[in-house]
């Protein structure tokens, strides 16, 4: 069985290190209780991380925009995503310039050269300049340009990555642009590079999950492995947390885990999922590998799974103080229901077999916060281990982020 590429990477401890950037895990507070189902809080940071212009905001994915038209941003109704004919992919505000109405309401991908608003049929470009409206005229020449020009739809700066796209904060595109390098060599060194391509995949199914929780208690479970052992039979029997890597950049972090040696006997679904690949290497003559997850985390609101064989799009999206949406996007090969018939569906019941854990473990951290809110308790949460593989490193990693973000 090929052994993934392990680049000699010192043990995370308290710190680490790569050139250009330093974090350093022992120096970081947590998020206090306070901060948890607090609406002022929470106006702060829909303005701070949820805005698309205000920092780094996940949109959507080639695979969302398969053609060029425009669709709803995936998991924020205030952006369309549009694609052009030269193929340059934007991101204009979904919002007539006449009324203020939404210019569509549905997420499907629309194959229209431009976009019309339902009400009054003023229509736009792709690039959000103004075409017309129904029965008005705007003037002619420079004035008539200028009025046009002012009634274009609103814009943002687009980032594109591996077919993510991203809106972002123009003045901090370098900051960006770097940190998805990091990651692009975070794979190159393990010969995983070819993890970010998702050509030949497929979306085999789209769910939203609703919580009743702080959308922060889901970006805490995702940054921390060291649950996964005692609380997930499955997951921990298919990934080996003992072989953890972690790796870090200003907005992002991302957990390697192999291939773990009992190949997912905790767990029916999960065993039937190992032998499923097994049989899908070997009809395609290609060898097994002992790799058996990237979880990475690009803040604020994406997760980027990307299992043997199954690849996750896990979208969090706030929708109060106290609750939020995890969208998720499945990924399959598009051959493998072909090579092994049942396979996608066996691979994405035990994800859920572990999301379905995920949700008790998400909505119990919110309600022990409000119980420490309501009983005046202030405790330091999240423990990180200052030895060997650092195992809710990921968490501490949020934690530093999240302050920067509120400036605290």
């Known amino acids: 069985m090929p052994r ?23 120096g970081v507070a947590s998020i206090p209780a306070s901060d948890f189902g ?6 702060r940071e829909r303005a701070a991380m949820f805005r698309p212009g205000t920092g780094m905001m996940y949109l959507g994915h080639d695979l969302l925009l398969p053609g060029k038209g425009h669709r709803l941003a995936d ?8 694609r052009d004919e030269d193929g340059q992919v934007r991101a204009v505000a979904n919002m007539c310039t006449h009324t203020l109405r939404p210019l569509t309401d549905t997420s499907e ?3 229209k050269s431009c976009i019309t608003c339902p009400f009054h049929q003023w229509s736009f470009r792709r690039d959000g300049s103004l075409i017309g409206g129904r029965e008005i005229t705007f003037g002619s020449g420079d004035e008539g340009a200028a009025v046009r020009a ?9 980032l594109s990555w591996q077919g993510f796209h991203f809106g972002i904060d123009p003045q901090r595109r370098a900051e960006y642009e770097l940190d998805f390098q990091r990651i692009s060599n975070d794979f190159a060194e393990r010969g995983l590079s070819d993890h970010l391509n998702f050509d030949g995949w497929t979306i085999y199914a789209s769910e939203d999950t609703h919580y009743a929780a702080d959308w922060k208690a889901f970006l805490e479970v995702f940054g921390d492995c060291y649950h996964v052992p005692p609380y997930h ?19 992002y972090h991302v957990q390697f885990l192999d291939l773990h040696e009992t190949r997912g006997g905790g767990s029916e679904m999960y065993t039937q999922w190992v032998q499923g690949l097994e049989r899908y290497a070997e009809v395609r003559g290609e060898p097994m590998s002992d790799f058996a997850v990237a979880w990475l985390g690009i803040y604020p609101n994406i997760m980027i799974e990307l299992y043997a064989g199954l690849r996750v799009l896990s979208i969090v999206i706030p929708t109060g103080p106290d609750t939020h949406i995890n969208r998720s996007h499945y990924l399959v090969p598009t051959d493998m229901e072909s090579v092994v018939p049942g396979l996608p569906n066996v691979m994405k019941t035990a994800f859920d077999e572990t999301g379905v854990e995920d949700y008790v473990l998400i909505e119990s951290r919110h309600a022990g916060a409000m119980t420490a809110k309501s009983l005046g308790i202030d405790i330091e949460s999240y423990h990180v281990n200052l030895s060997g593989p650092a195992p809710e490193a990921g968490t501490a990693h949020f934690y530093e982020w999240y302050r920067a973000q509120l400036a605290r």
């Open 75 to 82: 998991g924020d109704g205030r952006v369309l995503l549009t």
């Open 109 to 111: 991908f629309v194959d």
């Open 233 to 251: 039979p499955g997951l921990a029997s298919f990934s080996d947390c003992d072989t953890l890597q972690w790796t870090f950049g200003p907005n």
């Open 150 to 158: 002012s009634l274009a739809l609103p814009s943002f700066e687009v």
């Open 4 to 26: 993934v590429n392990r680049p000699s990477v010192a043990a995370v401890t308290s710190t680490w290190e790569r050139p250009g950037y330093r974090f350093d895990a022992e």
């Open 38 to 43: 607090d609406p002022a809080v929470y106006e």
